[in-house]
């Protein structure tokens, strides 16, 4: 499933004082904590500094030829076809101009050892990176600098910023530690905490097309909010694993994804769930749009490929053994 880059094999650590992530057949099935779509091509990232690509969908992947890092890589975002980034530990942050194939450092904080959990750029030049203990840096200039801030004026809370999205209405929200979710309405400029029904953790969230919010996390806890978080819902997931993973794959389509093989999937746009626990019972952090019938979710075995409606799936996994 994973083919050669065809490109030379990275120099050693010594050039540069880099450790470049090493080739390895086993790149697409091992741990994969994100993906994104960087114009047809789809781009995923996780241990090792892993990064592979694919142009068919998943069912076929590259893995990237230079990048330089070993560090497990939590998240990427593109920008365009050809640029993006991915992010991870030690406050890694790498930047392609390829599309995937080749990276070079951005930004490290290797002395903080904190890890970055979430990307966001509101134009090709202004961007954020967060993560463990309110830690956000911002850049301006497309990448080129990174600047440290707090996220909201005064902030000491040292909460994780696990996720940062965007609403249909253009404000952009925080999932966080304690309930909390963060609010801007000022593209970034500030940030407000916002309390919701649940005390836990929120991993993820979601702008749905019908302008809702969705944030989910701890024990399948999730909520939606149809007013920009001034108050909040509780939806029935149908699981107790927590939910670290979600997209929207259509105009009413919405799955996620968690621990203990949990992928549920919404047909009225996060009102409502049906869940699907796969064989194995592993985890799993990331979805997206696979080949035609198909969603590709990451996690703990790579890439694996599934239906993309709860009916197919939980016929599937019945089969197996494993339907709930």
């Not at 697409?28 to 091509?41: K, M």
């Not at 979710?181 to 916002?194: C, I, N, P, Q």
């Not at 198909?294 to 075995?301: R, T």
């Amino acid at each position: 499933m994973l083919a050669s880059s065809g490109h030379a094999a990275p120099p050693p650590a010594a050039a540069g004082r880099l450790e470049y992530a090493l080739p390895s057949q086993l790149a697409s099935r091992t741990l994969l904590l994100d993906v994104t779509q960087a114009g047809s091509r789809l781009v995923a990232v996780g241990n090792y500094g892993h990064v592979i690509y694919s142009d068919d969908r998943g069912n076929s992947w590259t893995q990237a030829a230079r990048v330089p890092t070993r560090v497990t890589l939590t998240c990427v975002r593109f920008v365009s076809d050809k640029i993006g980034f991915a992010a991870g530990h030690d406050g890694t942050i790498i930047r392609t101009q390829d599309g995937g194939a080749n990276w070079r450092r951005s930004f490290t904080d290797e002395n903080s050892e904190t890890p970055i959990m979430s990307l966001f750029f509101l134009t090709p030049q202004h961007g954020f990176a967060m993560g463990a203990f309110s830690f956000v840096v911002e850049t301006r200039d497309g990448g080129r600098s990174w600047v440290r801030r707090s996220l909201s004026e005064g902030g000491q809370e040292d909460y994780h910023l696990n996720q940062i999205f965007r609403a249909k209405s253009g404000a952009i929200f925080v999932a966080a530690e304690f309930g909390v979710v963060y609010r801007s309405t000022d593209e970034g400029k500030t940030f407000t905490a916002l309390r919701t029904p649940y005390e836990g953790s929120f991993w993820g969230g979601l702008g749905l097309p019908d302008g809702a919010v969705l944030v989910y996390g701890m024990r399948g806890n999730a909520y939606r909010s149809s007013n920009d978080g001034a108050s909040w819902t509780k939806v029935e997931t149908n699981t107790q694993a927590s939910i670290g993973g979600g997209a929207v794959l259509s105009n009413t389509l919405v799955v996620l994804t968690g621990l203990q093989g949990f992928v549920g999937y919404s047909a009225d746009l996060g009102k409502t769930f049906k869940a699907v626990t796969r064989e194995g019972r592993l985890g799993y952090s990331a979805v997206t749009a696979g080949p035609a019938g198909q969603i590709a979710i990451f996690g703990d075995d790579g890439v694996v490929l599934m239906p993309d409606n709860a009916e197919a799936a939980l016929k599937a996994a019945n089969r197996s053994g494993s339907g709930s």
